[in-house]
């Protein structure tokens, strides 16, 4: 594997990732979308693991042979899913899709924080039922009150997702880049996002 080269070695870091999708053709993750780099790609069609389905235009070489670089691959064998997402601060936003529960406005990951709607000093815990995305303002306002106390009430009850929810919220989030060969096996509606790049 180490002898695999792309044509010019000069542009190996910049080489596309390919899509991966479980062997029922869908990706094995939306958001983050299942990407695996050149290399993983190659070492895993040589060890027989996924059928290739699409290619790029770039080739990868050694002194023996040549392929042109995967850029949609499946699995040979179906990745049974986890029904129960772990709980982290990132899923909590997943779920709440990336709006904060108290004034409905989105944010960047970075901007949301962690709240407990019944504050942890008034015996709240730290679980889905009882932690929501908000926004800095709003959990300043919120600070460690009830909400009866506060007013501010989450939009949407607090609840534990299952991963085919937090995996449908996730194709709200496309990523800024789609190649044009993962588009039949993607599930957003990303003509707009096509159009806007022709």
Known sequence: MNAILPRSTAISGSLPPALVLNADFRPLSYYPLSLWGWQDS???????RVN?????????SSPSFEMRLPSVIALKEYVIQSRN?????????LR????CQYCAAPFPAQDLTFDHVIPRSR??????????????????MKANKMPSK???YPITKPIAPNMYQLQENGRCFPPNHLHHTWTD????DIELETDKAT
């Open 42 to 48: 190659i070492k895993a069609v040589f060890l027989d």
């Open 52 to 60: 290739i389905i699409q290619e790029y235009d770039e080739v990868v």
């Open 85 to 93: 997402p772990a709980f982290t601060r990132f899923n909590v936003f």
């Open 96 to 99: 709440d899709k990336f709006c």
């Open 123 to 140: 015996g709240g815990r730290t679980n889905w039922e009882n932690v929501v995305a908000a926004c800095t303002r709003c959990n300043l």
């Open 150 to 152: 506060s007013g501010l």
């Open 185 to 188: 096996y993607l599930y957003w």
